[in-house]
Each structure stands twice: as structure tokens, then as C-alpha cells.
């Protein structure tokens, strides 16, 4: 019988796996954030994607070998959390990584000595892959490690070899596994049965460079990035049966558990799933806020919402009512400071976070589930299995229930929705205003990765020179590589040094102007990919050709302008922590030529007092006229003299620190004025919200304040001329005019309503009748919803016993529809909410409301007589 090995902790393993690879010569690294540097990706997904820059050759590492702990998220298998013994939401990559050092044989030695001699793994209980073709690594298994050929299984290329992209470094991949049954022997052994083996470490050799005919050439610097997951390895050291009944995450599970009043291990297997999704998903949350991520309804802040909303619904399931996320919260903080010490410096963040997007989904969870229980029960009444995607979008626009949630709940009733109807109504909604992001040209990317080994990263020179002679290195039309362009083409220029500003740190880039022997180039915008300063412009002139010599200038009018906004933003921080409150932190900015955008965390809004306040604070330290003092230092000692940081941005060992004594001091790559005196004035816009705990200031300062005051003097201007009155007397003119506008508006509606009467009495007469019943269906032209209603209540209490049914289209593209019925009626099991809300689908649209008195509208005015004629047709078969 093979023996077992030694149990011990989450936090030793992981201290283990560090300290061995230290003892090595490597650099321990530590974990980056959440909020990945690769545009291409919400989240840091890998291990080794904070070092894919190196990996792709466009960044120089700092060491030849690194160690790190990675935390990461995935959600792409959020499904599978709880189901299976391994899937998580949030999971902690161990990772060794050579950069052009050692290879092959030495990252197999190691990765077998740390797995049997350091954690004590039974050799015997190992079994290893390796890619089909790579006879080199199958020989060091066998002949230097001495792992039987038996338990050595090659694998085809979807299992055990690693790729960046369609072109661009590639590799081999040796895996090692835990064999759970090793009595089973080594006949017909299969690494896909994960009941018997679970593969805890990854060892990736990246030797090859793939092009785009797919042929493969050795890389001159091979890497090794390897992968050991950490929940993985407890599961096997601490013999439980999953990952989460380790001591990473059991303790969660088992507080939920408490809240809850039940026991884990005697509960059903439902139940053991939702505590699981609460011991992952609150892991991920407490992180993902720890990384200041915020949640939104876009990007990985909807991702961020989405698991808070999962972790709330399945407690509910388990039978918790209350509010209960911030008590599994603390323990998952507890579980993790000692490795990730922002989750505890953090705490009020995360707890205050948690505790809103709780509260305001369980008011959504009420309404969202009461309805979608009458939609399944009617769905299952009718003998139907799929919810209608119109259903399932009326719950999410008008409820804010995730599509996600209903297709579980719905999946728990064994139905489904109809997506591609979900969609359908999705695309006629009014597009959702989407956050600002930074976008990356992939096919400029893929072009320059392809070119990166052949051209080093752009020298920038604009903190000092405004122009500077330098070489075209690429150029690009569309993103394709090209070797000459001429007058009137749309380009993308590399340099081997530029003046240029590069978009970056919320700095928009420089403009200016490109030029050479008969060649102009305007550049418009210049973005950073990598290490590489992209132009993009267009040639006004000449021929552009690579290898050409250029001047290359940039507008110095439009560069004053962002110095002084960006030196502005810097001080609207400083003045907001001191004035506001010395926990605010940056979220987010923009910093452009003719305004400014700074996002910061705040929990409430600004009293106007503040911000009037933080504006005067900002222009007497313009007028006070503070120096500049800009150096390049050491992180660790740039951070103790209290400089500022940008929380989530990734830092180099050095920095460049911009300060203004006694004022303020920020990292920052941005451009700067060398005095406050250079911004002239800063005049704030507006100050609102933009998502949950997120405040937004928008200011102009320095030239821009001019167009701005010529803007508003012309409207002023413009104003006074059409009211008659002087400047200072427009806000008593307005107050007048809207004073007799609410009138004007208030006698209409009176008179709406008195013809809207007049109107529906003339309908009594038309009035049938079906035994004790009276039925009035009609539609009455140009009423607004309000006055059909009161017209329905008149016609009710004049007929007495029976139902009314109107319809009118008050506006084009919009129809309205109001059923009132009597209790007779209600007795013969007709509801007027369920009965308008089926009318209404008919014009395209939907509602409800009580069983005697309901109001829906639709899209179709087309259909409303079509419409009518249904509801006259139902209530004739329903009352006769």
C-alpha cells in the first residue's frame, strides 16, 4: 500500500514553493494585481501573464529568475464552482519562471525534487505527461529522474503544448500528476479520469517561435514558465475529497454554514454545492475590491457585481434571509493578510462595497424572484420548457435580475430561455452608456510583436526636448507592416526616440507634426504598445519610407495645455484629501488638452460648500506659486517619503515622483508644468457619480478656462438677448417662465382629462352584454396613459358589473392599454394585470398590475385594433 503524504497548511505550501526556488537564485516577486497590464484580458487570468511582455520579447526582465504567488480569476466555468471538485472562480498560481537561463532538464529536476522532497509526495504516486513529439523531456523523466516509462504519458498538442497567440513564442508542456488510486497499476492508465488523478503542476518550455505559415524555429533565449495550483496541492497534502474542504477555503464555508444554521458535512449535496459558491465567490470578491475594482454593469466590473449577486442568491438558498456577505468576508480577510496584506489595509473598502451591492440585490432578489415564480409556474402550466426571451429581458430591465440568474433558476425548474430572443430585445433597448476605456489596436500589436525582435523600445525624450531628430523603424498601413507610404495615407509610426507623449497614466498623447527630406506627416494621437511609441497620423507630403531620417515635433500649445491640466489633476487629489477626506484614493482620470476628468472612491456626494472649497484650495496654491520637483527614485524609498501611488498600477524597482513640497507628491510618468503659477486658474465643472462608491470631477484650468468662458459668455449673451433682461436678471426670468409653464402644463392635463371623460361617455352605448356582464372594448385617440385610466375607472362605475378594456397611441411609436374589471368579474378568474399584460405583447410590449385595475403599452400602434379585437374575443369566451 502506497503511503501518504504529511498534511500541512495553505499558507506553509505556499511559503515552501518560495522559499525553494529563493534558495535558487530566483527573485521573489510579489503578486500583481487583479487588473492585468494586457489590454486584451478583464482579468489576470495566469500565472504568468504579468510576464508575457518579457515572454513576447518587447520588455527586458529585471532578473533572469523570478518566483511569484499569483492570484487569479477566472469565470469562463463559473458553472462548474461547487459542482466539481476543482473549479474556482479565484485560485492562487505558484509559478517559477526562466528567462534565457536554465531549461529543460533543470526545471524538471526541480519541479520533481519540490514535489517529492520538499511537500513529501510518494514517488509512486506520481505519474508525469509530456507533449507526443518531445522525446527530450520523456528521456530526462525516465533516464535522469528514474520515473517508470509506463507511468510517462505523451499527449497530443490540445493537451501539453503552449501557445501565446496564432504566431509568437510556443512550447512543449510537462505536467506533473497525483495518482489517488495507485493500486489501480499502471496498465490503461488515463489522465483524464479526474477521480483518480489531478494535475498540480504545469512546466511549460517555451522554445519555439511560430510564424504565420505555422512553422516553428528555435528561440535563441528559451523560457521556462511553470504553474502549481495552490488550492490543488492542499487538496492532495491536507487528504481531503476537493479543494474546498481545505483550509483555504473550509473556514468560509463553514461561517456561511453557521449563519445559516446547518452543518456542511450532514447536508444534502445542493447544499454543500451553494456554501462552495460562497466560499469561492467571496474570495474573488474580497480580492477583486482589494485590486479597487468596482461594480458596475461593464467589464470587470460587471463581473465583480455578477459573483456578489451569486454569493447572495445561494445564501438564500441555504436558507439565510438577511444581509450576511460582510461575516464571510471577514474571514476570508482573515484567511488572507498574511500573504496579500492590502486585503485587511483594505477592509473598510471591501466590507463598505459588499454591504451596498448586498443591500440593493436583495430589494432586486425580492421582485425579480416573485415574478420570474409566476413566469415558470406559467411557462410549466402551458406544458412548455423554455421561458420566453421577452420574459427574461423584462426582468432584466425592469427588475436588474442578471440573465445569468434567471438561466440558473431557471435551470433548477428544468427550463431554459430563449437567448437569441433575449438578444433580439436587448439590441431594441436604448444603448447602456458604456465606461471609458482604453482600447488597443490588435492588429498594430500583432504586427509589432512580430517585429520586435528585429527593433528596441522607442528612447522617449519629451520630458526635456519638444523635438528631436529620429529613425522610422516601422511603419504601418492598416496595421501591416510596410517599407514605404505616401501623401494621403493613414500610418503608424515607430521611432527609434521620440519627443512625442505616449497615451498613458490618463494623458491623452501629444499632436504634432513628423517631417523629413520633402515628407510631412500630422500626427494626431501616439498610444504605447509595449515599449513601443506608436504615431498615428497621416502624410500630408512626400513619400515615408522605413529608415528615413526625421525631425520629429510636437505641438508645444497643445502640450502646455496637458501640463497644466495633469499638474492640475495632481492637486485636485491633494485637495480632496485634505479637504474631503484623507482616504479618498483615484479610481480613474483623463487628461487632455481642453479638460480634465478625475474618478475617485468616495461613498457620497460633495456638499456644494466642498467643492467650492477644493476649487480655492487649488487656485491659492496656484497663485502661491510652488516649484516643481521631479526625480527619479527608488520605489521603496519613493513610497516612505510619502509619495502617492496609483493603486493596481504596476511600478518598476525605480520611479519618477513628481512633487510639489507641502502641497503634493504623486508617481507619475505624466508630463508637468516646473511651476503651479504656469496652470494660471482651474474652474471645476461638475462633480456626480458614475457608478456605486465612484465620484467623478470634471475641471478645466490654464488656456482651456478661455473657451470655456467664451462658451458660456455666448450663451449668457445669447439668452439675455432672447428674454429681454440683463445677465444677473435671467435666473429670476427662468424661475418665472418655468412657474408658468408647470400652470400651462397642469391646465392641460385637466383638460386632457375632462375630454378624455367626454369622450369614454359616449361609449357607454356601445357597451355589450353577456348575461350578468357588461363589456366595453374601444379605443379612444391621442389619450395620454393617465387619462385613459381615469376614463376605464369612470366607465367601470357607470356599467357596474363587467370589464373595460382601452387602448390609445398618445404618441407615435408608443401604445397604451388599460383593463379595469369588476370583482364579478375577478370571481369568473379574470385578472386585469395578467389580462392587459397578454394584450399588450401583441403591440409589442408588456405590463401588469392589480387584479381589478392594470396599465400596460406597447410599440406597434399598428396592432393596437388587432389587439382589441383579442381582448373583446377573450372576455366573450371568458363571461359567456
Known amino acids: 500500500m502506497s503511503s501518504n503524504p504529511q498534511s500541512i497548511g495553505g499558507n506553509e505550501i505556499r511559503a515552501k514553493f518560495l522559499n525553494f526556488y529563493a534558495q535558487r537564485e530566483h527573485q521573489i516577486l510579489p503578486s500583481a494585481s487583479l487588473v492585468p497590464e494586457d489590454p486584451t484580458v478583464l482579468l489576470t487570468i495566469a500565472g504568468m501573464l504579468p510576464f508575457k511582455p518579457i515572454f513576447l520579447g518587447q520588455r527586458t526582465p529585471e532578473f533572469k529568475r523570478a518566483t511569484t504567488s499569483q492570484k487569479c480569476i477566472r ?3 463559473i458553472e462548474n464552482v461547487g459542482r466539481t471538485k476543482r473549479h474556482h472562480t479565484f485560485f492562487e498560481m505558484l509559478g517559477n519562471f526562466s528567462f534565457g537561463d536554465y531549461f529543460k532538464e533543470q526545471a524538471i529536476a526541480w519541479g520533481w525534487e519540490i514535489s517529492t522532497e520538499v511537500f513529501g509526495l510518494p514517488k509512486e504516486r506520481l505519474v508525469v505527461s ?26 497530443g498538442a490540445d493537451d501539453n503544448f503552449w501557445v501565446s497567440g496564432p504566431t509568437g513564442p510556443c512550447g512543449p508542456c510537462s505536467e506533473i500528476y497525483y495518482d489517488f488510486h495507485p493500486e489501480l497499476g499502471d496498465e490503461n492508465i488515463d489522465l483524464e479520469d479526474d477521480t483518480r488523478f489531478i494535475e498540480f503542476y504545469n512546466l511549460v518550455f517555451m522554445q519555439y517561435n511560430r510564424d504565420a505559415e505555422g512553422n516553428l524555429t528555435p528561440l535563441q533565449n528559451k523560457n521556462i514558465d511553470t504553474g502549481m495550483g495552490l488550492e490543488r496541492m492542499a487538496q492532495i497534502l491536507q487528504q481531503v475529497p476537493n479543494n474546498y474542504e481545505t483550509d483555504l477555503i473550509f473556514p ?5 454554514a453557521k449563519i445559516a444554521g446547518i452543518n456542511y458535512h450532514s447536508s444534502d449535496e445542493n447544499t454543500k454545492v451553494s456554501l462552495k459558491v460562497i466560499g469561492d465567490h467571496v474570495r474573488s470578491v474580497v480580492h477583486m475590491i482589494a485590486d479597487e475594482i468596482r461594480a458596475s454593469n461593464v467589464g470587470r466590473g460587471y463581473i465583480l457585481r455578477r459573483l456578489i449577486r451569486r454569493v447572495v442568491r445561494h445564501g438564500r438558498l441555504i436558507g439565510i434571509s438577511g444581509e450576511f456577505i460582510n461575516q464571510v468576508a471577514e474571514t476570508a480577510i482573515a484567511l488572507s493578510e498574511s500573504a496579500y496584506p492590502n486585503v485587511r489595509q483594505r477592509e473598510a473598502a471591501i466590507k463598505a462595497e459588499l454591504q451596498r451591492e448586498e443591500a440593493n440585490f436583495l430589494k432586486t432578489l425580492d421582485r425579480g424572484e416573485k415574478l420570474l415564480a409566476e413566469i415558470i409556474a406559467e411557462v410549466k402550466k402551458q406544458g412548455k420548457t423554455v421561458i420566453s426571451g421577452e420574459s427574461a429581458f423584462r426582468l432584466y430591465d425592469t427588475y436588474g435580475f442578471p440573465l445569468e440568474l434567471t438561466q440558473e433558476i431557471a435551470a433548477e425548474n428544468n427550463l431554459t430561455i430563449d437567448e437569441d430572443d433575449f438578444n433580439v430585445e436587448m439590441q431594441k433597448q436604448v444603448e447602456r452608456a458604456k465606461a471609458a476605456h482604453e482600447t488597443i489596436d490588435l492588429t498594430v500589436q500583432g504586427s509589432l510583436d512580430k517585429l520586435a525582435e528585429h527593433i528596441h523600445a522607442t528612447e522617449f525624450l519629451g520630458y526635456t526636448q519638444p523635438a528631436a531628430t529620429a529613425k522610422v523603424e516601422v511603419l504601418l498601413v492598416d496595421g501591416v507592416s510596410q517599407e514605404a507610404a505616401e501623401a494621403g495615407t493613414e500610418v503608424q509610426i515607430v521611432l527609434n526616440q521620440t519627443p512625442f507623449y505616449a497615451e498613458s497614466g490618463g494623458q491623452i498623447g501629444d499632436r504634432g507634426y513628423i517631417s523629413g527630406d520633402g515628407v510631412v506627416v500630422r500626427v494626431e494621437d501616439v498610444k504605447k504598445e509595449s515599449d513601443f511609441f506608436v504615431h498615428f497620423g497621416r502624410i500630408e507630403r512626400g513619400t515615408l519610407c522605413v529608415g528615413d531620417s526625421v525631425t520629429a515635433q510636437i505641438d508645444w500649445a497643445c502640450r502646455r495645455r496637458a501640463q497644466a491640466n495633469h499638474t492640475a489633476t495632481h492637486l485636485l487629489q491633494a485637495a480632496l484629501k485634505k479637504i474631503v477626506d484623507e482616504g479618498i484614493s483615484q479610481a480613474g482620470s483623463l487628461v487632455s488638452f481642453d479638460r480634465l476628468r478625475f474618478d475617485f472612491n468616495c461613498p457620497r456626494a460633495l456638499t456644494p460648500e466642498e467643492v467650492q472649497q477644493v476649487e480655492e484650495q487649488i487656485n491659492t496654491w496656484i497663485s502661491e506659486a510652488h516649484s516643481a520637483k521631479i526625480e527619479v527614485l527608488p520605489l521603496a524609498e519613493a513610497k516612505a517619503r510619502g509619495a502617492v501611488a496609483m493603486f493596481g498600477e504596476k511600478y518598476g524597482d525605480e520611479v519618477r515622483v513628481i512633487d510639489f513640497p507641502g502641497v503634493s507628491m504623486e508617481l507619475c510618468g505624466g508630463t508637468h508644468v516646473s511651476n503651479t503659477a504656469e496652470i494660471g486658474v482651474f474652474k471645476i465643472i461638475t462633480e456626480a457619480g ?8 470634471e475641471a478645466v484650468s490654464g488656456p482651456a478656462i478661455l473657451d470655456y468662458l467664451n462658451v458660456r459668455d455666448k450663451v449668457v449673451k445669447d439668452l439675455s438677448d432672447r428674454f429681454k433682461v440683463k445677465p444677473e436678471e435671467l435666473p429670476d426670468r427662468i424661475t418665472t417662465l418655468q412657474s408658468e409653464l408647470r400652470n400651462a402644463e397642469k391646465q392641460l392635463e385637466t383638460l386632457k ?9 359616449s361609449l357607454l352605448q356601445t357597451a355589450t352584454t353577456l348575461g350578468e356582464h357588461k363589456i ?5 385617440e391621442g389619450v395620454d396613459p393617465e387619462s385613459l385610466k381615469t376614463a376605464a375607472e369612470r366607465l367601470l362605475q357607470k356599467i357596474g358589473n363587467g370589464a373595460v378594456v382601452l387602448g390609445s397611441v398618445p404618441e407615435a411609436g408608443k401604445v ?5 374589471f369588476s370583482p364579478e368579474v375577478n370571481k369568473k378568474g379574470l385578472q386585469a394585470g395578467k389580462f392587459v399584460g397578454a394584450i399588450a405583447k401583441i403591440c409589442g410590449g408588456g405590463g401588469g398590475g392589480r387584479p381589478n385595475l392594470a396599465q400596460a403599452g406597447g410599440r406597434d400602434a399598428s396592432k393596437l385594433p388587432t389587439a382589441l379585437e383579442q381582448a373583446q374575443s377573450d372576455l366573450n369566451s371568458a363571461l359567456a
Not at 382629462?753 to 361617455?761: N, P, R, V
Not at 366595453?776 to 379612444?780: C, G, H, P
Open 753 to 761: 382629462g375632462q375630454l378624455a371623460i367626454a369622450k369614454s361617455d
Open 252 to 256: 468560509i464555508i463553514e461561517t456561511a
Open 776 to 780: 366595453i372594448v374601444a379605443e379612444l
Open 75 to 77: 469565470t469562463n466555468d
Open 816 to 820: 397604451s392599454l388599460v383593463a379595469a
Open 130 to 155: 509530456v507533449f507526443e513529439e518531445d522525446d527530450e523531456a520523456f528521456a530526462i523523466w525516465r533516464d535522469q529522474i528514474g520515473v517508470p516509462a509506463a507511468r510517462i504519458k505523451r499527449m
Open 690 to 697: 458614475v457608478a456605486s462608491g465612484v465620484r467623478r470631477i
